[in-house]
C-alpha cells in the first residue's frame, strides 16, 4: 500500500487552481531578494516581528512593524497602492500569516514570505543587525552555495 496515495491525489483541474491561488498569496525569500535588488517600484517589505528580533537582525528596507500595529499604523506608513510582503521568524511561525491578514482587512495586495527570516538568513542574504550589515554562509540544506538561485 502506498502511503502517498492513501489518499487520493487531485484531479489536474483540481491542482492547477489550488496550486495557481497559493502563488497568489505567498512567495519566497529568493524571489523577494531578487525585487529588492531591481528597486521593483512599490514593494514594501514588513517585518511583523518585535523590537527585540528587529534589533537582532532584520532584511535592509523593511519596514518595522510589528502585527498588532499594523491597522492603526500602516495607512500612515504605507501607500495605499503598495504590494506589500510581510515576514517573521520562520516556517514555524504564523506571524507573517497574521500580518498579511491584517494587511488584507485594510484593502492592501499582500503576500506572505514564506521561510520568513530564517530562510532569508539561511540563504546567505545581507542582513542588517543592530552593528550593521551581516551576511552569513549560505546553508547548503536550502541553497546551491555555488550558484546564484536553485532554479526553481
Not at 512567495?27 to 529588492?36: E, Y
Not at 514594501?44 to 500595529?69: F, Y
Not at 499594523?70 to 504564523?94: E, K, Q
Amino acid at each position: 500500500m502506498s502511503a502517498v496515495l492513501s489518499t487520493a491525489p487531485a484531479a489536474s483541474v483540481d491542482a492547477v487552481a489550488h496550486f495557481s491561488a497559493r502563488l497568489t498569496f505567498e512567495t519566497d525569500v529568493s524571489d523577494v531578494h531578487a525585487d529588492l535588488r531591481a528597486a521593483v517600484e512599490g514593494l514594501v517589505v514588513v517585518d511583523s516581528r518585535n523590537e527585540e528580533a528587529w534589533n537582532q537582525g532584520h532584511i535592509p528596507g523593511a519596514v518595522h512593524l510589528p502585527t498588532d500595529q499594523i491597522a492603526g499604523r500602516a495607512p500612515g506608513l504605507i501607500r495605499p497602492d503598495a504590494m506589500v510582503v510581510t515576514y517573521c521568524w520562520g516556517s514555524g511561525c504564523n506571524g507573517a500569516t497574521r500580518a498579511a491578514l491584517a494587511f488584507a482587512r485594510l484593502g492592501y495586495r499582500v503576500k506572505e514570505m514564506i521561510g520568513g527570516y530564517e530562510y532569508w538568513v539561511r540563504e546567505g542574504f545581507t542582513v542588517r543587525t543592530a552593528t550593521g550589515l551581516l551576511t552569513q554562509p549560505a546553508d547548503p540544506l536550502t541553497t546551491p552555495v555555488t550558484a546564484a538561485s536553485c532554479g526553481c
